[in-house]
């Protein structure tokens, strides 16, 4: 099966840059999808598709996807993105084609 | 987007079987594939099992292949999850989720249930 590994933890200063990554293999072939989950609450996709926004999601957030890594930025970070991230591909060529990363915590200091 | 309602969850002894349910309501299920997800207590989320709009395809992750069956009745807007020789390892919140209406590769998931929590323990 496709493993899609992230940093366990992120901790960004607020008004910074939040950078949090997802590897795997050759994962530029891939669409890639991040989604946010706050504690106690179900998780939200922010962007979809390596680098697209669905609509009520900040500018602040952006993807990029390249290589083997697939990275979801946070600019100018509030504390309101204090949250879990998890990364996601569907891997077609699997029996167990849904894939999630581990996720990765992000704390604003 | 569609709304989406879980039911089902419980306490149950390993072993055991329970039935977890999906209701949606908004934009038409019928156009929708569906997936669960489930999220053990302090873990990260795990993909569980999906079906499309139509039932033609079904997948599910290898820790429950075998014990568990994903089905759907279009014409009352449900999604169903029988789990059967439950395991302690099977706790956790359980999500329904869909993907954008007609979507057919690359699945995401923009609507989700607010989960239903299953208990295996003795």
């Known amino acids: 099966s496709y493993v899609l590994t992230q940093p366990p933890s992120v901790s960004v200063a607020p008004g910074q840059t939040a950078r949090v990554t997802c590897g795997g293999i050759?994962?530029?072939?891939?669409?890639v999808h991040w989604y946010q989950q706050k504690p106690g609450q179900t998780p939200v996709l922010v962007v979809n598709?390596?680098?697209d926004r669905p609509s009520g999601i900040p500018e602040r957030f952006s993807g990029s996807n390249s290589a083997n890594t697939a990275t979801l930025t946070i600019s100018r970070v509030e504390a309101g993105d204090e949250a879990d991230y998890y990364c996601?591909?569907?891997?077609?060529?699997?029996?167990?084609?849904?894939?999630f990363g581990a996720g990765t915590r992000v704390t604003v200091l | 987007e569609i709304q989406l309602v879980e039911s089902g969850g419980g306490l149950v002894k390993p072993g055991g079987s329970l039935r977890l349910s999906c209701i949606a309501s908004?934009?038409?299920?019928?156009?929708?594939?569906m997936t669960w997800v489930r999220q053990a207590p302090g873990k990260g989320l795990e993909w569980v099992s999906f079906i499309t709009s139509g039932s033609s395809y079904i997948y599910y992750a290898a820790s429950v292949k075998g014990r568990f069956t994903i089905s759907r009745d279009n014409a009352k807007n449900s999604l169903f999850l029988q789990m059967n020789s439950l395991r302690a390892e099977d706790t956790g919140v359980y999500y329904c989720a869909s993907p954008p209406r007609l979507r057919y590769a690359d699945y995401y998931f923009d609507s989700w249930g607010q989960g239903t929590l299953v208990t295996v323990s003795s």
């Open positions: 908004g934009h038409a299920f019928s156009s929708h594939s």
């Open positions: 598709d390596d680098s």
């Open positions: 996601q591909v569907w891997d077609s060529n699997s029996d167990h084609p849904g894939v």
């Open positions: 050759n994962i530029v072939t891939k669409s």
